[in-house]
């Protein structure tokens, strides 16, 4: 790994984890100094799309073949990002949060599952979601804060 622009042997951020957290305050620090030389231009670290996969994840058997809408709840009920090493990067800075994962995490039978075009017998994609559904909600979203 680079760190200004030399190689950095230290171990520390060895792990995963760190690594992510390292690497998402670095561009995030970034990104909010160049935002700072145009005042007019936005900014949004979006939050990861939920992973729905159940028994195992796409290449184990998992599978996300849920159909009854909102199986799960109808509402959000937390007041705090998922993602805290986001939330956190973004706090204090001219970038905006486009939290996605919890509003996501409510529609987990909007997937493709096993019913896409290619689909294989005992594989699903549990990634990619149908459309139109739930990325245009997340392109309202944008549209609100925007």
């Not at 992510?20 to 030389?37: E, M, Y």
């Amino acid at each position: 790994m680079y760190v200004n622009g030399r190689l950095d042997e230290d171990m520390m951020r060895a792990d995963l984890a760190t690594l992510k957290n390292f690497a998402v305050h670095s561009i995030g620090r970034w990104l909010d100094s160049k935002l700072a030389l145009r005042p007019r231009l936005k900014a949004f670290f979006r939050t990861l799309s939920p992973r729905h996969f159940r028994n195992g994840e796409w290449n184990t058997g998992g599978s996300c073949d849920n159909v009854i809408p909102l199986a799960g709840g109808s509402e959000v009920g937390e007041e705090e990002s998922r993602d805290s090493v986001i939330a956190g990067t973004v706090n204090g800075t001219r970038i905006k949060l486009l939290d996605i994962t919890a509003i996501s995490q409510l529609r987990n039978e909007a997937h493709m599952s096993r019913y896409s075009i290619k689909a294989a017998e005992g594989v699903q994609d549990c990634l990619h979601w149908c459309l139109p559904g739930v990325p245009d909600t997340w392109n309202e979203l944008l549209a609100a804060q925007i």
